[in-house]
T-cell receptor, first 113, second 114 residues
Framework: SAVISQKPSRDICQRGTSLTIQCQVDSQVTMMFWYRQQPGQSLTLIATANQGSEATYESGFVIDKFPISRPNLTFSTLTVSNMSPEDSSIYLC??????????FGQGTRLTVV | GDSVTQMEGPVTLSEEAFLTINCTYTATGYPSLFWYVQYPGEGLQLLLKATKADDKGSNKGFEATYRKETTSFHLEKGSVQVSDSAVYFCALRDGSGNTGKLIFGQGTTLQVKP
């Protein structure tokens, strides 16, 4: 199974600023995803991170707000831009390889004040 | 579209009690089914999975059977421990395409008291 290292684990940010979250996988994965988990809620898919091309966003999420990069098969970043208190959530990256299951990073707990 | 529905929580049990967390799904095609667990302050860990009808996934004393006729994947454990206190998520992965996306249920919080 793949191990995904995600950082930072938590941060407190001022509104109007941006935060970049990084995920590093210890082996090559076919697909990488970014999810948001709002307080007390389930996980919602933000986008699929495509290697070397623009991410594929789900309905309700846009590139200007959540730019994503994936320069290679083991690394991806998510930026939360122009933050507001409504962006306070846990953000998780995920990867899938040859099997059916997905592996998750530890999550980034973001608080916007 | 595809969806997953879990029983609402929180579920509060005494140690050594029997646990059932219900999960039903709606999907086209033949999805793979998963249970993930989230301990306080941590990310998600895969607990068990099943990829086809009648498969039984098991791990750490937890079991779930893929029931196509009832579109269910209920999680069970015969004797829970305090350390099992966590949030449990049922999820499916679309089997018809190759998107790799997971669709999650709303999560069920389990509290086990000594």
């Amino acid at each position: 199974s793949a191990v995904i290292s995600q950082k930072p684990s938590r941060d407190i940010c001022q509104r109007g600023t941006s935060l970049t979250i990084q995920c590093q996988v210890d082996s090559q994965v076919t697909m990488m995803f970014w999810y948001r988990q709002q307080p007390g809620q389930s996980l919602t898919l933000i986008a699929t991170a495509n290697q070397g091309s623009e991410a594929t966003y789900e309905s309700g999420f846009v590139i200007d707000k959540f730019p994503i990069s994936r320069p290679n098969l083991t690394f991806s970043t998510l930026t939360v831009s122009n933050m507001s208190p409504e962006d306070s959530s846990i953000y998780l990256c995920s990867g899938t390889g040859g099997g059916t299951e997905a592996f998750f990073g530890q999550g980034t707990r973001l608080t916007v004040v | 579209g595809d969806s997953v529905t879990q029983m609402e929580g929180p579920v509060t049990l005494s140690e050594e009690a029997f646990l059932t967390i219900n999960c039903t799904y709606t999907a086209t095609g033949y999805p793979s089914l998963f249970w993930y667990v989230q301990y306080p302050g941590e990310g998600l860990q895969l607990l068990l999975k099943a990829t086809k009808a009648d498969d039984k996934g098991s791990n750490k004393g937890f079991e779930a059977t893929y029931r196509k006729e009832t579109t269910s994947f209920h999680l069970e454990k015969g004797s829970v421990q305090v350390s099992d206190s966590a949030v449990y998520f049922c999820a499916l992965r679309d089997g018809s395409g190759n998107t790799g996306k997971l669709i999650f249920g709303q999560g069920t919080t389990l509290q086990v008291k000594p």
